[in-house]
């Protein structure tokens, strides 16, 4: 299976659906099916949803799911530094990742770590990019869950990008949901320093 089409395919799937996103819904089931073929089932759903749903309603429900609330948020470091001066180092490390493997961000208008960014630089250093993705697999998988949680047709893009990275997705849906049971971290100025992929995330199904 070729990861690059796959991470590239997910960036597209992932971001705002703009016309130029809705666009290109063809070209990336062309390219699953000639490229990823394992990949393209985990794709169809959002796919077909796009082919038969108006666009209007697509972005509707995409600022609804991925805007409106923390619970499947697409920010990689937001799962496990919360919103923390810590965070600030960790999207520093994202750059400085892109920088030394030669990407460029450019005037995206979106922080380091969010993953349509992510899985873009992916597609051009796909061993960067998933040793990258490796580090914040929790964050991913966490992402996944709250979007199956939510039956939600991108479930199964960021479950794509998870078969990709290197052991199998968790199986134990209860572990990584104790995980989310008490939000996500506070300020911590003056606790004691701790593993940040330890901190608690917010309950999946629970309020905003």
Not at 162 to 187: F, K, N
Request: aromatic residues 8%.
């Amino acid at each position: 299976m070729n990861r690059r089409i796959v991470y590239q395919a997910a960036s597209v799937c992932l971001s705002y659906p703009d016309e130029t996103v809705l666009g290109l819904a063809a070209v990336v089931r062309r390219a699953l099916g000639e490229a990823a073929r394992p990949a393209a089932a985990s794709f169809a759903p959002l796919l077909d949803w796009w082919a038969t749903t108006p666009p209007a309603e697509v972005r509707r429900i995409y600022v609804d799911t991925f805007d409106m609330s923390k619970r499947h948020a697409l920010y990689l470091s937001y799962w496990t530094d919360g919103d923390t001066r810590r965070r600030g180092m960790a999207l520093g490390e994202f750059k400085r990742r892109y920088r030394e493997a030669g990407g460029e961000l450019g005037d995206t208008g979106e922080l380091p770590d969010y993953l349509p960014l992510v899985l873009e630089f992916a597609q051009h250093r796909p061993d960067a990019g998933a040793e990258l993705m490796q580090e914040y697999r929790a964050s991913l998988e966490l992402i996944r869950l709250a979007l199956a949680e939510r039956d939600s047709p991108y479930a199964g893009v960021v479950a794509a990008v998870c078969a990709t990275l290197p052991g199998r997705s968790p199986e134990d849906r209860q572990q990584a949901m104790a995980m989310a049971a008490a939000g996500p971290p506070t300020e911590s100025v003056g606790l004691e320093p701790h593993d940040p992929r330890l901190l608690p995330l917010e309950p999946i199904g629970g309020a905003t």
